[in-house]
């Protein structure tokens, strides 16, 4: 594949508008009109549409996490839906139901807002576990299961979550269960601007959204088309040998009481084809899988007690693990 615009590093903008990714970098010039000063925040999240993968966004109030997800899909000329979760929230909420039509005399499925090219679930550890449970066939395996029916759902299909850490132990929140977080690709956190950025906020949101100006820029279409060019991006056995040393080793840290899945080896390939796609490559580096080890696996970990008393989170052990796992030789 060849790019006829490189992005040399997070914070670099895209010189052109050329080539076939070329919607990727007008949708990300798009969202960051709306989230200034976070280019990294902004890619990961375009990383893990163009690797059909799903994204939590984690964070504090008021930081934009909604916001972030709102750009997204405001940026897609697609259906997009928000589920505001809630712990009333039921699971046919979610994914449709079946009502019966008298004049007919037959059930008639009325699908629920996870039938959408993008579903921004705003705040979802408020739901309870069963409701969350109702993600799980959705996301994995892009079908609902109703009724004993089994139907579809749209492609390309984007899961966007956000959630509150500082409420993770509140009454009325449920804490995402290891195989809800499993599914999620990546984890972000949009973190608080720099003074130089919020300063511009004041202007910039004074008076409207910068949101209400945001229009689509591209087309579902075109998203499905470079997500099939994407799925090309070659992968040596050396990148894909340490993809998996990175994985195998958070198993056996002993600072880790739970480590990656086989899932997560396979998100953490399908993400770097996609990162590597919108540096302008058609190959993946070992650096690419660096970039991504931390929000693609730390939310899949749990530390052990000693990393817990020793104030360790799972991202700080994969960035060790990062540090220390040498690049495989070739041959």
Known sequence: MSLDTRVNGAADQPSGVGGPLAPAHRIRSAIETVIAGKPEVVRIALTVLLAEGHLLIEDVPGVGKTMLAKALGRAVDCVVSRVQFTPDLLPSDITGVSVYHQQRREFEFRPGPVFANIVLGDEI???????????????????????????????????????????MEAEG????????????????????????????????????????????????????????????????PVVKRYSLDLVSATRVSPSLALGASPRATLHLVRAARAYAALDGRDHVLPDDVQALAVPVLAHRLLPSVEAQQRHRSPADVVGELVARVPIPARG
């Open 125 to 167: 550890n408020r739901a309870s576990p069963k409701t969350q449970s109702a993600l799980l066939e959705c996301m994995e395996e892009g079908q609902v299961s109703v009724d004993g029916v089994t139907r579809r759902l749209n492609r390309p299909f984007m899961v966007i979550a956000t959630q509150n850490p500082v409420d």
């Open 173 to 236: 929140t449920y804490p995402l269960p290891e195989a809800q977080r499993d599914r999620f690709m990546a984890r972000v956190s949009v973190g608080y601007p720099d003074p130089r950025t919020e300063l511009g906020m004041i202007d910039a949101h004074s008076a409207h959204s910068p949101l209400d100006r945001l229009t689509p820029v591209t087309t579902v279409h075109e998203v499905a088309t470079m997500t099939e060019r994407v799925r090309g991006i070659y992968v040596s």
